[in-house]
Every structure is written in C-alpha cells, then in structure tokens.
C-alpha cells in the first residue's frame, strides 16, 4: 500500500475551495511530512460535489447538453482553470522558488547564451558499413515482418516495421482475419515492452548469476528419476496456451510422465465460458462470433470491444454495421447490460446498469420471455423495467437468425449455457454465432487449476515445478495463497517453517522481469519478448500463425519451448527448430515452400479451429449464492458489491513496467498512473464520498483493500469497481508500488464479490485524471443524431424544435382565428430550415466567413495536387485507444510521470475527449461520447500568426508545420490554439540514458529536447515517403497511400485520411456527407480535421423521448447530399 | 568652473562612437563569417581515414560508376557506404598485399566493419533523401563538387541551408539531362532546357521550400 495519509484535509461540504496557489502550498508542507514517500501528493481539493445540482441542471438542459465531467457540471475552479489557460495556474509557476537574484542570474545567462546555443559545433561522426550487407536491405528503408503477439494467451497478429535491423513499430496484419490490418491498445504498446531496460537479463539461481547450461544440466539430472516415477512430482504451469507446438510438447510429456500435471492460470481467463459451453452442448465448443451478420447485439458484462479475444476484429465487424457514411439503408443496434461501464456500454443505444452478480437473473428472464425451459421464472423487473425487456425481447425475436446474444467471460458458467440457450432459441447458430473445437490447448484432457497445484504443493507432492511466464505470486486470488502454498514448498518463511523440509527439490521461473514469482523460485530464467523469438499461436478463432523474431534476443532470453524441450530430451535444440520440426508434417505441399509463406503471410492457411454442429444437453442450473460465509448478511446497508475486472491500460498487471499505457488515460475514468474504485453517484452520495477518499473494502471472508475513490456515472448503484495489475511490489522502476492490489479480494470463480463493507478510512489520494484537461469552450463541439431522423432535412433536434413551433402556431391560430390581425405562423420557413441545416453540418465551404485577415492560400488542384484531410467518424470510434499508442510509438512522443500530468503537461499528440450526455439517465447512466483530437491543421491557423520565430509555418499543401530547431518556446501559438493541441517541452522528458531505449526512437522522426513545442504532424514522415515514391514514378500519390499511424491502428476505420483535391478519394467521400463538421467551425479557421456526427440508434419505443419519433418500423431512407 | 573636459573630448566621444558602431559592425561579421568558416562548415576539409581511400583513382583512373559502390543511391535515402565485400571483391586480387589495404582485409576476415570518418555530414533535424535528388536529375556533382578529382574526399559545398535552399528555390541550375547524373564536368543546360525539365519531372517549386520538405 502506498496510499499516504493527510490527516489535514478532511474537506467539509462547507469548506471553501481553496485556490491553486494554497493548494500547491498545501502540498508543499505535506511532501515535506512525508518526505521519502516519493509520491506526488498536492491535493487539488478534490471538492464535494453538490450531484442534486447537477441532477437538476441536467435537466433543464433537456438532456441536450454534452459534458466531459463532473467538475465541468459543478464548473469548479479547477475546471475553469482548464478551460481558460492553456495549463492551470499552478502548473506555469516555476517548481522551485526562485529568488530575484538568481532569476536576474538565470535572465543573464540566458540572454548570453540565447545566441551561442546555435554555435555549437556538430560532433565528427562515424559511419559504418556492412561487411558483408545482407538481402533485401535498403539503407534506411524499412522492412515489413508478419509475426504475432500473444496476448493472454491467444495470438494478436502483426506486421512489424524493422528499420536497420530493429523493429520500431507495430501495424496489424491486414490478411490474418483476427486483425484485418488493425491492432490493439497492447500490441502497439508491446514495442515499449520489448526495449524495457527492467527486463531480465540474466539467468538466476537462489539470488546469483548462474547459466542456461548450468540449468539445463540440473534439469537433465532429475530427468532418469522423473521417467522412473512416471513424471510424479512434476508441475507444469502456464497462462493459457494456445500455441500448437506448446500444446503438442505438453501432449508429449503427459505421455512420457503420465503422473505429471500441467495447470494453466492467468486471472482474466475463459474457464468460466468453457464450463457453460461444457454444460450446455457436452463437450467444450469456443464460441466465435460474427457481428458482420448482426444486426441487434446484446451484451451482458461483456466487453466485446475491448476485453476478448478476437475483440479487434469484432470492433471492426461490429461498426462496419453501423457506419452511416455511404448509402446505408440499415443499422446494427446494442443493448448493454453492464455493472461498469465499458467500451461496448459507451457504444451501446440502450444500456442498462445491473450488477455482475445480477445479470444472470436478467438473461434467465430473458430466456423465459423467448420460451427457452429455464428452472425457474425469477422478475428481473427491479432490474430492469419490464417495458424495456419486452422491448429487447421483441427487438431480438424479430431479429431471429441476425441477431446475436453475447456474455462476458467473467460471468458464471449458468449465464453462458442461458446465452447459448437464446442464441439457439433465436435461431442465431451458424449464422452470427459459430460454435467450433477448442483454440486453446487440450493436452491431456486440459490443464488444471492453479488451486488444485496450490494444494498439491501444500501436500508436498510437488518436486519439480516449472512455471512458464505468467506472474502467480502475484496475481493468483488471495483466495488460492498461491505464495504460502510456494512457500510452504519451498521451505521458506511463514508460520510452517519450523521443521519443514522443503518438498519441492527444484523451480524454475521463465519470466521477462524479475518479478514477484522470481523472487522465490529457485531458477529464474529470462524470458525471449515475442519480438525476439520464435513460436506459435492461434488466434481467437483459431487460425495460427507463426511468431518471427525481428531481432536476436537482447539479454539471451529463451522460451517456454526451449524449457519443456530439455524434459523432453531435446535440450540442444532452438525454439526456431522446435517450431518448425511441429509444422514439418502438418504443412501441405513442398515444405520449404509452404513454411516460407506461413512466415511470409503470418498465418497458416485454413488452419481455422474446424465448426461443429453442437449437440444439446442444456439444462438450466441457477448458480448457487455463494454467501462467500457470511450467510444471512444480505444487503445490509453498508455493503457494497465489488466488481474486478482488468484494467483497461495494465490489463493484470503484466504490462504495468510499460510507461506508454501507464501515462494513458484510461478510456473511460482518464485516470492515468492509478486505479482507483469506481464508484457511481447514487453510492458516492450514499457514503458521503469524495475523491480521492481511501475507502476500506472488506468482503465477507474478511480480505481487505484499500483504495482510493474515484466518481463515474454510469456504474451500477451499489457496486464499487476495482482494476487489477496495480500494487505491484517488484514491476521494475516504472511499475513497482503504484496503485492498490486488487488481488486482495479476487475471488476464485467469478470476479465479483457481494456483501462487501464500505467504510472511510479517513485518508485522501491524489489521483490524476486527464479529462478537463485541454477543455474546449464553444458550440457543439460534440454533435449526434439518432439513425431514424437522419432521412429527414434537418436533424432530431431540430425537427423537435419545428414541431413545437408548429404545435404552438397552431395553438395560436385556433385562439386568434377570429380575431383576424396577427400573421398565422406555418412553422419554420424554408430559410430557417437552410440554416438549420447549416448549423447541423457546420459551416460548409460555401457557408464560410469569407472575410478574413488571414493570407489567402490557393489550394485548388491547379496550384496545389494534395490538400490533405482527416475526417474522424464519431460513431465509429469505441474509444479504445489504440491511435494515442500509435501515436506515441510512431513520433517518438515522451511520457512525463503523473506529477506531470496532473499541471496538465502530458505530450500525447492525440487526444481522446470523453463526453457525456444525460438524455434521461442524467449523471446516472448518461450517453458516452469520444472524440479524438489530433491537429486541426487549420487552413487559417491562428498559431501561426503568433509565432514570433516563424517556427510554426503554413506550407504548400496546407499542412502546419512546425519546426522544431526554430523553436525558443513562448508558447504563444498554444495560447492561441483553440483546439488546444499543442504540447510543451517542459523538461527534456526524451532525455534517454538507456542504450535499448534509443533503439526504440523511430529514426524518421526528430527527438524533441526542452523548451520546444510540438504537435500533431499528420504523419508528415509517412506523408513524405509515399511523396518521394510517387515522384519518382511521376505519378500522384494514391488515394490511401497514405495512412497516418493512428488511422492505420485503429479497429474501427474511425479515421480517414486523404487529399481533398481528389475528387474520388475516400475523405472526399465522408466530406459529403451531412453528418459532417467542424470543431468549432464558428471560428473559421477552415479545420482540415472534421468529424462525422455521431449516430445512434435507439429503438423507437425505448427513447426518452419517443413521443417525437416517427412511427416504429419505418425504414428511413438516406441519401448523402452532394454539395 | 573651470571646463571639465578639454575640447579634444568631443573628439573622443565622436570617434569611440564610431569606433563602437564599427566594433558592432566588426563583430557581427567576424561572427557571420565564423560560420561561414570552413572551421565551422568543415568545407574542403580533409578527414583521415582508415584507409586513405581515392575518389579520383577510382572513379577518374578507373572509371567506376558511383552505383558500383554507392548501391542504394538511386532506390534509398541513404546512398550507401560500400560494404567491405565490395571493397574485397576486387581487392583480394589486385594490390591484395599492399599494406595500405590491411584494414579492408582484416574487416573481411574478422566481420569488424570499417568505422569511416564521415565527411558529408548534415544535422539530424535534416532528412535527406539522395534517391528523389537523383530521380529528379540533380547531379552527384551538385552537392558533393568534383569527386573525381579528390584523392582524398572531402565536402566541397557548405550544405548549409542556404545552399540547400538555393537550389531548392531555383532546382533549374542544377537539373541535368537523366544520363548525365552520375558524370562530372558536365556544361549545364540551357536556361530553356532546364525549365523543360522542371516541368517535365513535375518539380513542384512552390512547395520545394516548404519546413517539411526536409524537417519534420
């Protein structure tokens, strides 16, 4: 636990805010209280909202307003703060105090130096050639390897760019099915991963250097004892496999050594998703699911955007059915019941809030409405209005066959088997679900659990344990005490120490850090990152794929393969032989062909997991209340339900040493370097809650964790979230000791616990979130529209208002009839109707202010060829992160710490804002918006007429352009940006002292040093390379040649960009249509960056408002206006 | 009172204003002309190398193309330092024994690269990209002077930016006829000529100025 105490803000409702300065003074005397904590603690008077207020004025705004959060609604001064400067006050005030004369110092100095800086001479360089240059190498250009990550077991394939023999960058593999040349948040933070310094580098026997040999030797020596006792005595553990070599070698053992047991742990798993197929169809199917042929999805506690495997391509399925840009005569709807809110709850047209150890209620009522025999008809009434769930259950049966019934993998087995039994009730098998043979590996009927090997070490049966990857000491549920069972083995600490002989002779670790598992193993051996070694995987729906290395293991790292190969006897051999002797006789045709297209292509073709015809052995089984021993305490008044799920940025913990996810907002909360408990308002009000509050959770079984409190709306009444991956004792200098251990509570079988006390601890925590930072103030920064008044000349809105115009009129007319005199109003003339329209699209081109003290660039194709533009489809982006990653890895964009971004000072490029909008749910359960916000690369940019160096500079192609050596910092053309994009080297946050770092930096793009403003470039590198490549074929540079690094990572195609002055270019295309628009476009700064409105599609007769819709059934017709 | 100064002191006043305008004066071209220094430019320096490898033999006595050992000029950013295979490829037959060709051997039999001084050297805030300078017609001879007449190389412009912007500006001075790219001591074209040319290979002037043309 790191959490600090302040005993000297307690912050009564009636304190008055104090101001930044005092704040930051606060802080001053607190560091000082606590000194070596090393922790950040200015408490930023987390200030107690008044939610009634916000409540009511949501209301009078009709459920129209869009907010970003609650200190925005509360309009605190923090907020006003964001808004108003380009960084809060305190943040521009210098860190330490200087006095005037070491300022008039420091003013000297610098003025005398401000000219030498540019004298510097430029260090003689060597350049060193090949001695002997290898194939296919083009100084300087980059090579594209296919390869694959995997990522909690299953495969995330991907091309990797290699420049100079090091891999810099990863982009989607666009012909492997499970990408379509997409990637997620993990994969294209997994560069970070593979240079981390922290990394293990050497092998490690009891707390010494030791070597592979020396390992292999000991290993090898237990191996005649082993075959004498049939394997007894030996544990194998992994996370999941899913590689077919892995599998086959385990297949291997467990019929040399019958007697030995291979467990398989990882904490967010699918045991609980093989148990319900297992029920409901006798054998273990994996469902696959098929959103292109969906067009009603329901997903229960399921995070089918960003949580499963497979969720790339099923982001892409899924809004491929809702895009609303080319003539679409349909659209896919989403029902969300969910606990927390998720990515797929932000996406979501209906959404319903219903706690995890809830939802199997709700689908079991569900089920019973669609006539599937369940055991017993409970009411889900209380949890949802039984008007919506007939609503649901009537959109779903007149949907059958293309609509689709998903649960989470966290859910109890019962929900899965319920879900299978709808799906198949609404005839969706085969059509938008598939059910077929595991993908992950099955070896010896399956592995077992990490409890049954916890128990076989506390029973001393366990002589050799080897644990492949994962991290169990730490991550295992408190539950299991996999660390005493270890413990206990070995012979080491605790209470069982007295006496006992350690039983367990040897165990050795594979693992990239020397982390908490390492620590007590006898052997740690370094693990080969993916990038750096050969293997195998299948992806979610079972194609495998080959993993290439990019580049030779930087610290001598071996893999799983190499381990189980020395049991096997095969010791000499390398994970590169043992790969390819697997596939030796599975690949068709002439070996040395086939292999090489399996590595050339990334994947193995047809080796998609084979469908089955389920059988049908379903019988409804209600999950039994585990009470967890606390019978009877049923929620009594100070409990709570707690829900564990991944972090969104750490996942379990595995990535919490990787600074880029750390310094990431977390999609929905913008925390960034923290978890915190989620809480919604009706509990936060119920506990009189702030936040920041440390609050001690403590669950019938009597484990404890103390967390900090964070409000969110949207999160289901009486539930309290925590993510796991945090309070890590041994990470790595980036990792170690942030957060809160939410292993504490997690229980074995489902990641949710009822019954849980809440209770004050009386401490606060500082916790960051991004979301007002970078606010901007204007009209209809956010805009959507519902999909049945797209058909219509002018949007939802505004037909509302011309409605009510007409209503009154006619009102009017009926009471004035006879007395002749006033004009009887025929609602909204055909201008008013024009402009509303207008105000709908933004300004248009045609619309624009034309006048203007701006220089008048001609950008017409007979000027100019490319007139590049970005165009951001809202209803497409899920919010997931993955462009601000890509980002980050493709400009070499630095990470700053929390202290950091909490002034406001965090250098993504890219941002994501998230909005909110209460249509009816208020602060409770509101609408999400996201909406990424690169540079606008303004035609009439504001940011250059302030640059007294002219280092920021319009070109040709109407790109703005900045140029880092001209830079000296005033920063006025963030001041004077309006979209607030452009961020400030603070300090020299790139200054890298790790040699494997500055391998990582992408050597086309500049590293930035102190001092220097940077931005949003469009991927003018990319832009330049496809330049030169077309110039030199005196051609023009074609439509989607060029793709920017966030438009090329992300899932959903959300970001498109292109060259306006082609008339058939995509974005010209999305340009058209009337969703389109600017960013406050009422400042006319002519924004080359637009978006598309957002688009939802709320069925009819659950809208708040469905008094204003049209008649339920009508197919609206749309068609693109041209302009 | 008597007169605290003796009138030579308006002299005095004149002159150290004079003298201070033209020390100012003095100063600031001491420093231009600093820079433009071959000291600071390193321009017609000769660097040592491990091997005192000869331009002028080799392209002038032998008549190798540029391409022969600058491999990737024409397809890369970078034009290329030959690998020491190349340098092997002929030297492990003529002058195989000569001991100002140890280094190239020892790299060849040990895999040790040969670590060259480098000459042609531009800040790494500048990308450079020889192969568009090449597809467009901008002779080897433009940046890089009379290769064929040094024993030992060395830069023969400033490559500052006003030399790149120069051309840039104005690519009609030094745009060639394709097949005279990699020659030397070639006459330039006619004025009409070179702005054939420009239109021709689709130079886009206008845009050849731009900040991100180079940085970025």
Not at chain 1, 760 to 786: C, I, P
Request: with cysteine; glycine share 8%; net charge neutral.
């Amino acid at each position: 636990m790191s959490l600090i105490d302040e005993a000297s803000s307690p912050g009564s409702p009636h304190e008055p805010v104090r101001s930044p300065r005092e704040v930051a003074a606060a802080g001053e005397d607190a560091r000082g209280a606590v000194a070596g904590a090393g922790l950040p603690i200015v408490d930023l008077a987390s200030p107690r909202y008044d939610l009634d207020a916000m409540r009511r004025r949501l209301e009078v705004a009709g459920g129209e307003e869009y907010w970003r959060s609650f200190d925005q609604l509360a309009d605190t001064p923090e907020f006003r703060d964001f808004v108003e400067r380009e960084f809060p006050r305190h943040a521009a005030v210098w860190d330490e105090s200087v006095d005037r004369r070491k300022f008039l110092g420091l003013m000297g100095a610098s003025l005398a130096l401000a000219g030498a800086g540019g004298c510097l001479h430029q260090p003689e360089e060597k350049i060193v050639p090949y001695v002997r240059q290898p194939d296919g190498v083009k100084l300087g250009e980059a090579l594209y390897f296919a390869t694959a990550m995997p990522f909690n077991g299953y495969a995330e394939p991907l091309l990797v760019t290699s420049r100079m023999g090091r891999p810099i960058k990863v982009e989607g593999n666009p012909e492997h099915p499970a990408s379509l040349g997409s990637t997620s948040v993990f994969a294209q933070a997994s560069m970070l991963g593979m240079y981390d310094p922290d990394r293990s580098k050497t092998v490690i026997r009891r707390g010494n250097v030791d070597t592979w040999g020396n390992f292999v030797e000991e290993l090898e020596g237990r191996l005649a004892g082993m075959r004498e006792w049939k394997g007894a005595g030996l544990a194998i553990l992994t996370e999941t496999v899913t590689s077919p070599t892995l599998g086959a070698q385990l297949e291997d053992l467990l019929k040399t050594f019958p007697k030995a047991k291979w467990h398989s742990y990882q904490p967010v798993h699918r045991n609980n998703a093989r148990a319900g197929a297992l029920a409901a169809f006798g054998e273990n199917l994996t469902p696959v699911y098929k959103f292109d042929q969906a067009d009603v999805v329901l997903a229960l506690d399921c995070d089918f955007l960003y949580e499963l495997p497979g969720s790339v391509r099923y982001a892409r399925d899924f809004v491929d059915k809702r895009r609303v840009v080319d003539e679409i005569k349909s659209m896919n709807r989403l029902y969300v019941v969910e606990s927390t809110p998720t990515l797929a709850g932000a996406a979501s047209d209906h959404r319903w809030r219903v706690a995890s150890s809830k939802i199997e209620s709700v689908l079991r009522s569900l089920a019973a409405k669609l006539g599937v025999d369940v055991a017993k008809t409970p009411d889900a009434a209380e949890l949802i209005p039984a008007k919506d769930l007939g609503v649901l259950a009537d959109d779903l049966t007149s949907h059958k066959g293309s609509c689709l019934v998903v649960v989470g993998d966290a859910q109890p087995p019962a929900a899965h088997a319920l879900a299978h039994a709808i799906n198949r009730a609404l005839g969706n098998v085969g059509k938008t679900v598939e059910y077929v043979e595991p993908v992950e590996a099955t070896a010896g009927g399956g592995p077992g659990t990490l409890a049954e090997l916890a128990s076989a070490l506390r029973d001393g049966k366990v002589e050799t344990l080897l644990i492949l990857g994962g991290n169990p000491v730490y991550n295992a549920p408190a539950e299991v005490d996999f660390e005493g069972a270890l413990k206990k083995a070995l012979g080491v600490g605790g209470a069982e120490k007295a006496g006992a002989a350690a039983s367990l002779v040897l165990c050795a670790r594979l693992g990239e850090y020397y982390d908490e598992t390492s620590l007590l193993a006898h052997w740690h051996l370094p693990q080969a990152h993916y990038l750096e070694s050969w293997g195998d995987a299948r992806a979610y729906d079972g194609t495998a794929g080959v993993i290439q290395p990019l580049i030779a293991p930087l610290y001598g790292g071996k893999t799983a393969y190499q381990v189980l190969a020395v049991l096997q006897g095969r010791s000499g051999l390398s994970a590169y032989e043992i790969v390819q002797s697997y596939w030796q006789p599975r690949l068709s045709g002439d070996f040395a062909n086939a292999w090489r297209k399996v590595i050339h292509d990334g994947l193995v073709p047809d080796s998609k997991s084979a469908v089955k015809q389920p059988g049908w052995t379903f019988v409804d089984k209600p999950t039994a209340k585990t009470t967890d021993g606390a019978g009877g305490k049923e929620s009594a008044d100070d409990t709570v339900e707690l829900v564990i799920t991944p972090d969104p940025c750490v996942w379990d913990g595995r990535f919490a040493n990787n600074a880029w996810l750390q310094e990431l907002a977390k999609p929905l909360t913008k925390l960034v370097w923290d978890n915190a408990a989620l809480v919604g308002p009706a509990t936060f009000e119920k506990f009189h809650l702030s936040n920041g509050d440390v609050v001690s959770l403590k669950t019938p079984s009597g484990r404890k964790v103390e967390a900090p409190v964070w409000l969110i709306p949207g999160q289901a009444d009486g539930v309290v979230t925590l993510a796991l991956g945090y309070g890590r004792a041994k990470a790595g200098k980036v990792g170690t000791g942030i957060g809160y251990d939410a292993y504490e509570a997690l229980p074995v079988d489902v990641p949710y616990v009822e019954n849980v006390t809440l209770a004050k601890t009386g401490k606060k925590y500082y916790l960051v979130a991004t979301h007002d930072h970078w606010s901007m103030e204007g009209r209809d920064v956010v805009k959507s529209e519902t999909f049945d008044s797209l058909g219509k000349p002018h949007g939802h809105a505004a037909e509302k208002k011309a409605e009510e115009h007409l209503a009154e009129a006619k009102a009017k007319e009926d009471g004035e009839k006879h007395e002749g005199g006033a004009e009887p109003n025929k609602g909204p003339s055909h201008e008013e109707k024009e402009a509303l329209v207008e105000r709908m699209r933004g300004f248009k081109e045609s619309g624009e202010p034309v006048i203007s003290m701006f220089p008048d660039w001609d950008y017409s194709p007979k000027t100019i060829e490319n007139r590049w533009a970005m165009q951001i489809d809202q209803t497409a982006c899920i919010g997931c992160n993955a462009c601000v990653i890509a980002c980050q890895a493709e400009n070499n964009i630095p990470i700053v710490g929390k202290e950091q971004c909490g002034k406001g000072r965090e250098m993504h490029w890219l941002r994501i804002d998230r909005y909110y909008k209460g249509a009816g749910g208020g602060i409770d359960n509101p609408e999400s918006y996201f909406q990424p916000v690169p540079c606008m690369h303004c035609e009439d940019a504001p940011c250059e007429l302030v640059c007294p160096v002219a280092a920021t500079t319009h070109d040709a192609e109407g790109l703005n352009n900045m140029v880092y050596n001209r830079c000296v910092g005033t920063r006025y053309c963030s001041n004077n940006c309006p979209y607030k994009v452009r961020r400030f080297n603070f300090f020299n946050y790139t200054k890298i002292t790790e040699p494997t770092l500055k391998m990582l930096q992408n050597p086309e793009v500049t590293v930035r040093s102190r001092g220097v403003m940077e931005k949003c470039s469009y991927c003018v590198q990319r832009i330049d390379a496809a330049r030169i490549t077309a110039k030199k074929e005196l051609r023009s540079i074609r439509d989607g040649e060029v793709r920017t690094a966030c438009q090329a990572a992300c899932p959903t195609q959300a970001i498109t960009f292109g060259n306006l002055n082609d008339t058939k270019s995509h974005v010209v295309r999305l340009r058209e249509s009337p969703l389109d628009y600017a960013l406050l476009a009422e400042l006319g700064v002519r924004p080359r960056t637009r978006y598309l409105a957002r688009v939802r599609n709320p069925h009819p007769e659950l809208r708040i408002d469905a008094v204003d819709s049209p008649q339920p059934g009508v197919v609206p017709t749309y068609e693109p206006t041209k302009t | 009172m008597a007169q605290l100064f003796h009138p030579i002191a308006n002299a005095y006043a004149k002159g150290s204003i004079l003298f201070g305008g033209v020390l100012a004066g003095g100063l600031l071209f001491l420093g231009w002309a600093h820079e433009r220094s071959a000291y600071v430019t390193s321009q017609n320096v000769v660097r040592d190398q491990p091997v005192p490898f000869s331009h002028n033999h080799h392209v002038s006595g032998l008549g190798l193309d540029c391409r022969y050992c600058h491999l990737s000029v024409e397809k890369a950013g970078f034009a290329g330092i030959p690998p020491t295979q190349v340098c092997y490829g002929c030297h492990q037959i003529i002058w195989k024994d000569v001991k100002m060709l140890e280094p190239v051997r020892a790299s060849y039999k040990t895999g040790e690269p040969i670590a060259w001084n480098r000459v042609h050297d531009v800040p790494d805030f500048v990308y450079f990209n020889h192969s568009i300078h090449i597809a467009k017609g901008i002779g080897c001879e433009s940046c890089h002077g009379p290769v064929n007449q040094m024993p030992l190389i060395r830069k023969a412009k400033t490559l500052q930016m006003d030399f790149c912007l120069d051309c840039h500006r104005n690519p009609e001075k030094n745009i060639r006829e394709k097949e005279d790219v990699f020659k030397f001591g070639v006459t330039p074209v006619s004025a009409e000529r070179a702005k054939e040319l420009v239109d021709e290979r689709k130079i886009v002037k206008k845009q050849l100025d731009n900040c991100w043309v180079c940085h970025r």
